[in-house]
């Protein structure tokens, strides 16, 4: 097909002539990924990963009434079915309804380490109220699969699933083993099911590095932009900033106003901006993404790329929530308590300040700083929990190379492009235990249209097929140690 024989694009490098040939392989792409789906999908491997979210997204397993145990049973029944031995399917955890799987897929030698998939079985609170169809009944509308977890993450888990049996089924024989790991509490809850496998059975998971959530492709107007892979993640790290005062009756106020006191606390916080710091995969993130964007903001990347970097550029990302939050620690307001009485003077306020830390800086720093922002001795600022570091995972060719061949044979010209994600996943655990972690799935969505965690989650049915396939080709690849 004339698609098919249009130039490749790596070696051009005007920007402008990228731009169009994206455009044009990605229109390509998408007619024939278009072409595709009118058939039904009648490959039995992407009817197997449909009937497997399916039953996924029924099985209830948020953390107030559902279980994790009974999904990772479910796909666990599949597996064994499928002539996986009972030995390499493991299902256990902390709780009776917190259950993890673990499934290992054994390679020729046994010496070689293995490589980890990783994916979570639990979804967040959903009340029907908010959507317009039922988030725990699988609904298959306008292009897309409706339900809580299509998204995040079970997905990946349908798709794992489904292909590790057509791996069995075509006698494939890999290297080394590859383990697929579903857990618990990944979204909330204390029972993480990552957390409680390191600690308990090491062995069951250890690997030289793991596959993740946290990437993903983004979608401009149905043409695919870039395969995003996830390569490190800021420290999550909340702090409640709090005054106490003797109050008083309101109708003899005075200056000294515990709210007051907090307000301008809260308004030193948010006029300061932490200082711009990049890392290998910032870099590398501003770097490819400076050819995406327009010329204005394109500039502006490369010059925070410069060795002192450029404070008209960095003025001109910080205005995008975006960009900004990959260049630079921040800290927001997010909750607010004060007063106990209308008629009477507060006694107590307080303030929860979220922030998200870049992972080569210390929390303890953050929190110098906000006490010298707020420089008050009469406000506390103490943190609500243990942050938990994440050290960012070296983009080594081992893993990048497969990335980005399997890229441009299925969406040629389109870029591979290693982020920092500013929110937080179960890779942290796995990377403060020495496994490095790439968050990666081949599933595209539209920018501005991410719904995980909110109404109406939804996956476009073709991106699910297409990250299938991409981890199909990934795992089969990656399990193969020859010529390394």
């Not at 083993?177 to 090491?202: Q, Y």
């Not at 719904?451 to 476009?460: F, K, L, Y």
Request: contains cysteine.
């Amino acid at each position: 097909m004339i698609c098919a024989k249009f130039p490749k694009i790596k070696n051009i490098f005007t920007k402008s002539s990228i731009k169009f040939i994206v455009v044009v392989l990605a229109l390509c792409s998408w007619i024939e990924i278009s072409a595709l789906a009118q058939t039904d999908f009648a490959h039995p491997y992407q009817r197997m990963a449909k009937e497997f979210l399916h039953e996924l997204i029924e099985i209830d397993t948020t953390h107030s009434t559902g279980s994790t145990t009974v999904a990772a049973q479910a796909m666990a029944d599949h597996l064994i079915a499928a002539g996986f031995p009972e030995r390499d399917v493991q299902v256990l955890g902390e709780l009776p309804r917190k259950g993890n799987l673990i499934v290992r897929y054994r390679g020729r030698d046994a010496a070689s380490k293995p490589i980890l998939f990783l994916a979570h079985l639990d979804v967040v609170e959903a009340d029907p109220e908010d959507w317009t169809v039922d988030p725990f009944k699988f609904t298959e509308m306008d292009g897309y699969y409706y339900g809580r977890g299509t998204l995040d993450d079970k997905d990946e888990i349908a798709i794992h699933v489904a292909n590790l049996i057509r791996l069995l089924r075509e006698n494939f024989l890999p290297d080394r083993d590859i383990i697929m790991a579903f857990t618990a509490d990944e979204e909330s809850g204390p029972n993480n099911g990552v957390a409680w496998l390191i600690a308990n059975h090491r062995d069951l998971i250890d690997a030289e590095f793991a596959i993740n959530e946290g990437g993903g492709g983004f979608l401009q107007d149905g043409l695919h932009v870039s395969n995003n892979v996830q390569a490190s993640e800021k420290i999550y790290q909340s702090f409640r900033i709090e005054v106490m005062n003797p109050g008083g009756h309101s109708s003899l106020p005075v200056k000294d106003n515990a709210i007051y006191r907090l307000a301008d606390a809260l308004g030193r916080i948010r006029d300061y901006d932490f200082p711009v710091r990049l890392n290998e995969v910032t870099r590398s993130f501003f770097e490819r993404t400076a050819l995406l964007e327009t010329d204005e903001v394109g500039a502006a990347m490369l010059g925070i790329l410069q060795d002192v970097p450029d404070l008209e550029s960095i003025s001109r990302l910080a205005i995008i929530p975006n960009y900004n939050s990959r260049m630079r620690t921040t800290c927001v307001a997010t909750q607010l308590e004060a007063g106990h009485a209308e008629n009477a003077l507060p006694q107590r306020a307080t303030a929860i300040v979220n922030c998200r830390i870049l992972p080569d800086e210390h929390p303890s720093d953050v929190l110098d700083m906000l006490n010298s922002l707020v420089a008050d001795s009469e406000v506390s600022i103490t943190p609500l929990a243990d942050a938990k570091p994440s050290p960012p995972s070296p983009l080594t060719p081992e893993v990048l190379n497969p990335i980005e061949t399997i890229t441009e044979d299925m969406w040629p010209g389109v870029p591979v492009i290693p982020i920092m994600s500013a929110g937080a996943t179960d890779g942290l655990y796995l990377r403060n235990a020495g496994i490095p972690v790439y968050g990666v799935s081949g599933i595209f969505r539209e920018r501005g249209d991410n719904r995980a965690h909110g109404q109406d989650e939804r996956i476009s049915i073709t991106s699910f097929f297409d990250g299938q396939e991409f981890l199909y080709h990934l795992t089969k690849t990656l399990s193969q140690t020859s010529g390394r």
